[in-house]
């Protein structure tokens, strides 16, 4: 197979490098803040975030911004900025009580990704150089990221990840029983925009890798697949942190292999190990069916 | 666990003066909402147990939440232990057991790490759990009997077990006031026993101040040294013995209406509950198969002696 022969190619590995560090620091990010999204049950917002993505990416383009050099900070800002907007917003709609979440986010993952769809049109009309693809927004670009953005991938994981440890004890209370989070000293508030600033860097940063479309795989599928092998906190996050990581390298693998898209290869080994740890539970409850009837 | 410093002088623990809480308009869906709760005034003592009766929508969960400082912009004056609800909360002087659990239950926690939660408030993010904090924490499940059980997965519970990891962790934040909403619901007639047994024991031990907010009577009646009826306005208050049939079915007469459905009350029950005679000492009420209610007592009100309104 001539994709083998690549994979272990030097050559295949300095292009890919920068894309493959920033794939590693989105399985990271991601994969810890699974839990809490898949806990909290957000995914939906999470989908709702990562395509409000592609609206800020239109923007971006008809500011003229790339993702080369200084223009990858702005850009990196004003998709990251779009994002927080729409997050606010869902947040925002659905806390007035007369509209349920899920509408709130409906309504704005569609109208982000109208916007996106208008000024990305218009920037490529109006240009002589086409700026970021469609298909790359959408399905994600592992050979097109620069060092710029591979630096920005980790300051931004490093911030993800150091915000998630400080707060994650209020986080974790806030997560578990948010009725009564507040009696006992927790902003529930700050923890709920809290966790969507994070979901939005997060996003972000792998809709670089993984596109808009793709981007809430890794929010939920390493968190689905760990929840079904064990049912201890911690064991659960590196449970996650293991399988988003395999994923993601499996998955560029496959990419390389196969000369497949990279963000669905991904997403796909990931699907696949979700299945695989739903099998686990099935033969484990089918091996020990007293498991399932012992009494509280 | 030491037990907290006792209040010993004569300062009320809780003190309610005048106090009507409106909601703002829309944020209950009414356009123009009277007072959830209407001038009200009461004390708890430092040290006793006080029940609050009402009815569903009776401004229960106001109460509540005016006690914890989670609602602002109430007229009148609440002091917790001689503060403000708020500055009360955040010192952590009341433990709170929240009505029903609206905690995850699939979360893939223990027993001892929910009861842990409130152990760690105000913990710097670097610091390990100190050694004290951790036998508060032990000390806490051993006082509501689930030392056994404290490393298993909180979903694995029963709904009498989850209620005593929720209590134990409101004791694990060294409180000195435990508020109670709704305790009893969703558990059986034989853990409801236990409950009360439970709450009489640590209070004892913990010299804490309780308050219960209830709906159902069962829940107060056992426990309490005091009781009070709130329908939107206080109506009642004093010992349990006072508390018959016949003064919840005037005090809450006018309020219950359309609140509560048919009630399908126990004749045995009810004649019993109706019959002044039966109630000697603390309120008690027969374990029948039906759960007796304010609404039970109160449609088998001295109008209707031997409960002629009973059916089933």
């Not at chain 1, 004003?78 to 509209?99: D, M, N, P, R």
Request: aromatic share 6%; net charge neutral.
């Amino acid at each position: 197979m001539p994709g083998t022969d690549l994979l272990f190619h030097p050559e295949t590995w300095r292009i890919m490098l920068p894309g493959v560090i920033t794939a590693v620091l989105m399985a990271v990010m991601c994969s810890v803040l699974s839990v809490l999204v898949v806990l909290k049950r957000m995914s939906f917002i999470g989908q709702g975030i990562s395509h409000a993505a592609f609206g800020g990416m239109g923007i971006a383009a008809i500011l003229g911004l790339t993702a080369l050099g200084a223009g990858a900070l702005l850009q990196f800002g004003v998709v990251v900025g779009f994002c927080l907007a729409a997050a606010l917003i869902i947040s925002w709609i659905s806390a007035k009580g007369s509209t349920s979440a899920d509408t709130a986010i409906g309504i704005v993952l569609v109208a982000s990704m109208c916007l996106g769809s208008i000024l990305l049109h218009i920037s490529i009309q109006g240009k002589t150089s086409a700026g970021p693809g469609w298909e790359s927004i959408l399905f994600g670009s592992i050979m097109s990221v620069n060092w710029v953005e591979v630096t920005l991938a980790s300051l931004v994981a490093v911030v993800v990840l150091g915000l998630a440890w400080w707060f994650r004890r209020p986080l974790i209370f806030w997560a578990f029983d948010e009725t009564a989070a507040p009696a006992f000293g927790v902003n529930c508030t700050l923890m709920r925009n809290l966790l969507l600033v994070l979901l939005c860097l997060a996003i972000v940063t792998a809709m670089k890798v993984s596109g808009v479309v793709l981007a809430t795989a890794l929010l939920v599928l390493p968190a689905a697949s760990a929840l079904a092998l064990t049912e201890r906190l911690w064991p659960v996050v590196v449970v996650a942190l293991c399988i988003g990581l395999t994923g993601v390298l499996a998955g560029i693998a496959v990419c390389i292999v196969f000369n497949w898209p990279p963000g669905p290869s991904i997403v796909m080994v990931l699907c696949a190990f979700f299945a695989l740890s739903r099998a686990a539970v099935l033969l484990r409850s089918a091996r020990t069916p007293a498991a399932r009837s012992e009494p509280a | 666990m030491p037990p907290p410093a006792h209040d010993q002088s004569s300062d009320p623990a809780v003190q309610y003066r005048g106090v009507t809480y409106r909601y703002p308009s829309g944020g209950m869906g009414d356009a123009a909402p009277r007072p959830a709760v209407e001038d009200i005034t009461f004390n708890v003592r430092a040290g006793e147990c006080l029940g609050i009766l009402g009815p569903n929508g009776g401004g229960k969960s106001t109460l509540v939440k005016l006690t914890l400082g989670l609602l602002e912009g109430a007229a009148g004056d609440i002091r917790v232990f001689g503060r403000s609800p708020a500055h009360a909360r955040k010192e952590g002087f009341v433990g709170y057991v929240p009505q029903r659990l609206g905690a995850e239950l699939a979360f893939p926690v223990s027993v001892r790490q929910v009861v842990e939660m409130a152990a760690m408030r105000g913990l710097a993010a670097w610091k390990a759990m100190p050694r004290d904090r951790s036998d508060l924490v032990d000390h806490a499940i051993e006082l509501v009997g689930m030392s056994e059980l404290a490393d298993r997965p909180i979903g694995k519970l029963s709904g009498g077990q989850l209620q005593r990891v929720m209590i134990a962790r409101a004791l694990a934040a060294s409180p000195r006031l435990l508020l109670l909403d709704e305790p009893t619901v969703g558990i059986d007639v034989a853990g409801q026993q236990r409950f009360t047994e439970l709450l009489r024991r640590v209070q004892r031990e913990l010299g804490l101040t309780v308050m219960i907010v209830s709906h159902d009577i069962r829940a107060i009646a056992g426990s309490c040294d005091r009781v009070a009826c709130l329908s939107r306005t206080l109506h009642f208050h004093d010992a349990p013995q006072g508390l018959t049939p016949a003064v919840l079915a005037e005090v809450f007469r006018h309020d219950v209406s359309g609140i509560f459905g048919d009630v399908h009350v126990d004749a045995h029950a009810a004649a019993t509950c109706t019959d002044p005679s039966h109630v000697h000492g603390p309120l008690t009420l027969p374990s029948g198969p039906v759960g007796m209610t304010v609404s039970a007592a109160m449609r088998t009100g001295p109008a209707q002696p031997g409960g002629s309104d009973a059916r089933d």
